[in-house]
């Protein structure tokens, strides 16, 4: 195995069926590209005559579209950008967190990353989408489902606030389990 020498970025991406890890080699003399997601090889480019430019490649379950942006800054310094679905990483991950919710938690021994698509209502489990029941109950919705042998329910209801809009709140059990911040 071919040692990273060449490795110039790292970014960390958390989308709804996990955080994904993208690391970029960039061989400034060769030209070489190497986009790995996940430690898993998805794009190789050996000799490369310009050395800007970009390499577009898809992420996660969803097959998310991604851009790394090679850009020279000075001389022989490049500035190295990633893009999710057209906006930068810290765009994307700001609009993602008004569409989404995210919960990490630990049942029986097992650690679990829970997302709620707001758009769709979709409930992903560890980079697994779930079968899920919706029903309306006296004060919004609730959205149940499973996890390992716990019964679990994403309760909606309005914060009566036009500003703060649903609020979506996890329950496993009887306990309310706190949002993550990603």
Not at 5 to 28: N, P, Q, Y
Not at 93 to 106: A, F, G, P, V, Y
Not at 109 to 126: A, F, S
Not at 131 to 159: L, P, Q, R
Request: proline share 1%; hydrophobic share 35%; net charge negative.
């Amino acid at each position: 195995l071919e040692k990273m020498t060449d490795l110039v970025a790292v970014w960390e991406v958390a989308l709804s069926d996990g955080v994904h890890k993208i690391e970029f080699e960039h061989g400034t003399t060769s030209g070489k590209r190497v986009v790995y997601v996940d430690g898993k090889e998805e794009i190789r480019k050996e000799w490369m005559f310009k050395l800007v430019g970009k390499e577009t490649f898809p992420v996660g379950a969803a097959n998310t579209k991604a851009t790394i942006n090679i850009d020279a800054i000075s001389g022989f310094a490049y500035e190295y950008t990633l893009e999710i679905n057209g906006k930068s990483l810290k765009k994307y991950m700001e609009s993602r967190s008004k569409t989404t919710n995210t919960w990490i938690l630990s049942l029986g021994g097992m650690d679990y990353r829970i997302v709620l698509e707001k758009d769709t209502m979709d409930v992903w489990c560890n980079g697994q989408k779930l079968e899920t029941a919706g029903e309306f109950v006296e004060d919004g919705t609730e959205t149940h489902f499973s996890v390992g042998d716990h019964s679990c329910c994403i309760k909606a209801v309005s914060s009566g606030k036009r500003k703060e809009g649903i609020i979506h709140t996890l329950i496993v059990g009887d306990r309310e389990i706190p949002e993550a911040v990603e």
